[in-house]
């Protein structure tokens, strides 16, 4: 495995990749540090730009807006209290406080720091477990596969919390929405009414560009906020290493926490963040200065963030199952161009793998040095008026939905699903269980339905490790009801 490594570092320090590299870093700090831009929308608006690049640019430049990214939200965030991205508002707790105390140089480099840590902890345990991983997948049964998208569903119920009720709906939805086109199977064609451009289904990428994308710009419109959050530039010093090595322990913790809340489908960096702050809190000696400018506070955030993005892209590499919204994003755009993500990838593109890890690790280094380079110029992004943001967004993503099939349909379709995500968004629902559905519905259904045929419906008894995946998928869903009874019945 390290020669392949090796390979695949030797493969990405040539010229163009190591551009894609600086530019998605680039372009992932400022679509970060734009509030409201969150990184799936972000790579989803950069998706049809890179139809007339190579399967392996076009990934390295995807990969490195959704690193870039997951670190520019915090920029904002710590200047002006506007986090660019949900992941960013645990950052904001402290990072914001430092900066009324006069320190926005600290918190912005001590989440650099972090963020650039967590960041190679994720990539380092991605490479260490998506192989073997995805070894033992390409022997699995369709039904393992099925039970492992049946579970990758399920878990949305656990982590939503509160709104899980919600959040199965929203999945449902995304379900339903899969069944339009095609019979995978049988060739018949479902819910196309006679329209011949849905007999493949709604395509991805108008999808997600109008569910993330579009959807944030009319949400923007109907609250009628055009304010601008004013960021003066950063006056104080950075922090010496003496600094940054008081934080070391809580800096691996808080990686390692990110890294492995990611590996599970549906959690995303959000919940990684909220958890490492409250376990950074739990262990600190000075627990009470959190939520009053800690830099343990900033560190664990920020760490466990970009710690997702290296376990959220496990799933996604291994077993064919996007690990959070981006990744579902980074699912589209390889099928885009002709690659089928799982374990059947590492036999038939072991370079495009190894490509990816090497492009990973050295996007971590990349990230530090434009971070560190260009701490005064990025908070000035938050000054962007929102009218000319709002038109930019709309107009890309108008034009991306157009590029997939030169289709105005698709044009429609998108504009279609960032009214569905305006909608579900304004009653509270989340977008990224409807993603999921969308994505591991028809992985599911062609599964399920292989699994009949093979060896019948008693398949789904006998192998153990389908059973147990149905087993965790069933708890997943019974224990968020089974607490809300409970919490029920105490109030009660």
């Known amino acids: 495995m390290l020669e392949s490594l090796f390979g695949g570092l030797a493969t990405v320090l040539a010229l163009a990749p190591l551009f894609a590299i600086v530019s998605g870093i680039v372009l992932g700090i400022l679509i970060g540090a734009m509030p409201g831009l969150s990184p799936s929308m972000g790579v989803a608006l950069m998706v049809p730009f890179t139809y007339g690049m190579s399967p392996m640019i076009a990934l390295i430049l995807l990969v ?13 965030g710590i200047m002006v209290n506007a986090p660019g991205t949900p992941s960013a508002v645990v950052t904001a707790i402290d990072g914001y406080e430092l900066t009324r105390q006069g320190k926005p140089a600290t918190a912005l480099g001590t ?8 960041g190679m902890f994720g990539t380092l345990i991605l490479i260490g477990f998506s192989v073997p991983l995805a070894a033992a997948a390409v022997r699995f049964h369709p039904s393992e596969y099925f039970a492992f998208a049946v579970f990758g569903l399920a878990t949305v119920a656990t982590l939503a919390g509160d709104k899980w009720i919600k959040a199965f709906i929203a999945m449902l939805i995304g379900l339903l929405i899969a069944t339009v086109g095609t019979d995978p199977i049988s060739g018949a064609e479902r819910f196309t009414f006679d329209l011949a451009e849905l007999s493949d289904g709604f395509m991805l990428i108008p999808a997600l560009i109008g569910m993330f994308a579009l959807s944030e710009v009319f949400r923007g419109i109907e609250k009628g906020d055009f304010r601008i959050a004013r960021v003066q530039s950063v006056s104080d010093h950075w922090p010496r290493f003496a600094h940054y090595w008081k934080l070391k322990w809580v800096t691996l913790r808080s990686s ?12 995303g960096a959000t919940i990684g963040s909220f958890i490492s702050y409250g376990m950074a809190r739990r262990f600190s000696r000075n627990a009470d200065q959190f939520g009053n400018g800690s830099p343990e506070g900033v560190t664990a955030a920020e760490a466990a963030d970009s710690g997702s993005v290296g376990g959220a892209m496990v799933p996604l590499l291994a077993l064919g199952i996007p690990g959070s919204a981006t990744t579902a994003v980074l699912i589209g755009a390889m099928m885009i161009h002709d690659l089928t993500p799982g374990p059947q990838l590492f036999v038939s593109s072991p370079e495009m793998i190894y490509s990816i890890f090497g492009a990973m690790l050295i996007a971590q280094f990349v990230l530090l040095g434009v971070g560190l380079a260009g701490g005064r110029l990025w908070v000035m992004v938050a000054n962007i008026p929102k009218q000319l943001l709002y038109t930019l967004i709309t107009m890309l993503a108008l034009i991306g939905a157009f590029a997939v099939r030169n289709s105005l349909f698709d044009v ?20 990224a269980p409807v993603i999921l559905g969308l994505v591991l519905g028809l992985i599911a259904e062609t599964s399920f339905r292989r699994a009949i045929m093979m060896d019948g419906a008693s398949v789904f008894f006998t192998r153990p490790i389908t059973v147990t995946l149905l087993a965790l998928a069933l708890l997943s869903f019974v224990i968020p ?5 409970r919490a029920i019945r105490h109030r009660a």
């Open 481 to 485: 009801f089974w607490t809300q009874l």
């Open 256 to 267: 390692a926490i990110g890294t492995l809340v990611g590996v599970f489908p549906g959690a």
């Open 64 to 76: 490195g807006i959704y690193i870039g990214s997951s670190y520019g939200g915090s920029i904002t």
């Open 412 to 431: 429609f379709a998108c504009l279609g699903f960032g009214l569905l995500g305006w909608v579900l968004r304004r009653y509270d629902y989340p977008l």
């Open 111 to 118: 989440s650099i720091i972090a963020s650039s840590v967590g």
